[in-house]
């Protein structure tokens, strides 16, 4: 049976190898729909062939896991307008009083797309290399009939004189409709502006990334965060639940972190917290972490951001690391009788995100 697994493997390091050579050209396609009324910037999509490959691929212990890749895997491109600030009667939905309110908000737009699409004119090779059964895991799992959820959820940051507040997006009918007449007016007659809740929905089906009509297919929504700090003159806006891209690492005690694809914007207001002006709001598109005079990060940026998860499964490195080749290295490296078993080795934890 060994060899039988050895060949097997050999299978799956060719075809891995092979989809490799089409990874930059996977990450340099853009997709996006076109920007107006006022929606400013476009998240796009990205995602590598490593992502896609997922379970699929073998991963050493001392590499992270990637998950669910290739075809479980989706994505969508979010559009959205510089956060606006609304001054409004909020009621106190115990005592009745309305009260004025400054709320900060976010309107966003969200279309479904294909990441295989990053390829280009390499999309169809690359579907085929993605499904070949040779890289098929041994430890296929069960499929499941319900279908996975989008959980749109944005998180505000401020970054002030090194401290940081978050805050996360609120629901309020009361502003959301405020929001609604003043973005659309007339004009959004015929549409629907999603809180986070209303916006929970079942994964549809991709849009292609050539569909010209592609607005007519987007979600819309609307973010909202009140009280926040007024005199914070920088912030950071996480939006999550636009992938179901996971990534999964061990650190130096053996504990596992869960990590989430997200978008990133960061945003500055030079000003005061005496007469707050949305039009202080500017988006950052770049910044120098290092000081070295040269762009390290480009906003909008997706990326991995550790989230509060603990996991308590069987076997989890096992199922997910590619079970067939982990067999054949356990064949082949079997310990002595008795001998003691050798830790798994520990991967650092990634690094926070540098302000």
Do not use: C
């Not at 009667?89 to 966003?108: C, H, T």
């Not at 959820?153 to 007449?181: C, H, K, M, P, W």
């Not at 007339?186 to 549809?204: T, Y």
């Not at 990060?297 to 989890?316: F, S, T």
């Amino acid at each position: 049976m060994v060899p039988n697994l050895f060949d097997r493997r050999i299978a799956a390091t060719m075809a891995a190898f092979l989809l490799w050579n089409v990874a930059d050209t996977a990450l340099s396609q853009q997709i996006s729909a076109p920007l107006d009324s006022g929606f400013a910037r476009t998240s796009s999509i990205a995602m590598s062939v490593d992502e896609m490959l997922g379970s699929r691929k073998v991963r050493a212990l001392t590499e992270p896991i990637l998950g669910p890749g290739y075809p479980e895997l989706w994505i969508g491109e979010v559009q959205y307008k510089p956060v606006r600030l609304m001054r409004l009667d909020i009621r106190d939905p115990k005592s009745g009083v309305a009260q004025k309110e400054l709320v900060r908000y976010m309107v966003y737009r969200m279309i479904l797309r294909d990441p295989t699409e990053l390829a280009g004119a390499e999309t169809a090779e690359l579907r085929r290399k993605l499904e070949d059964p040779n890289i098929d895991p041994a430890n296929m799992l069960d499929p499941t009939e319900p279908q996975s959820l989008q959980l749109p959820r944005f998180i505000l940051t401020t970054e002030d004189n090194g401290q940081s507040e978050l805050y996360v997006d609120e629901i309020n009918l009361e502003i959301q409709q405020a929001v609604f007449e003043r973005e659309f007016g007339r004009r959004g007659l015929a549409m629907k502006m999603l809180n986070s809740v209303e916006a929970i929905a079942e994964v549809g089906e991709p849009v292609p990334g050539d569909d010209k009509d592609a607005l007519s297919k987007a979600v819309y929504g609307v973010a909202v965060w009140r009280n926040v700090d007024p005199e914070a003159d920088f912030f950071s806006v996480i939006m999550s639940g636009f992938s179901n891209a996971y990534r999964i690492s061990t650190d130096e005690n053996g504990n596992h972190i869960v990590e989430e694809k997200v978008i990133l914007q960061r945003f500055a207001r030079p000003g005061d917290e005496f007469d707050q002006d949305e039009q202080e709001f500017r988006f950052i598109d770049d910044l120098d972490t290092d000081g070295d005079g040269k762009i390290d990060v480009r906003y909008p940026n997706w990326q991995y951001r550790v989230r509060d998860a603990k996991l308590n499964i069987d076997h989890m490195d096992t199922v997910l690391r590619n079970a067939k080749v982990s067999f054949v290295d356990s064949q082949n490296t079997a310990p002595d009788a008795g001998a003691a078993a050798i830790p798994a080795p520990a991967v650092p934890a990634p690094p926070a995100e540098t302000p």
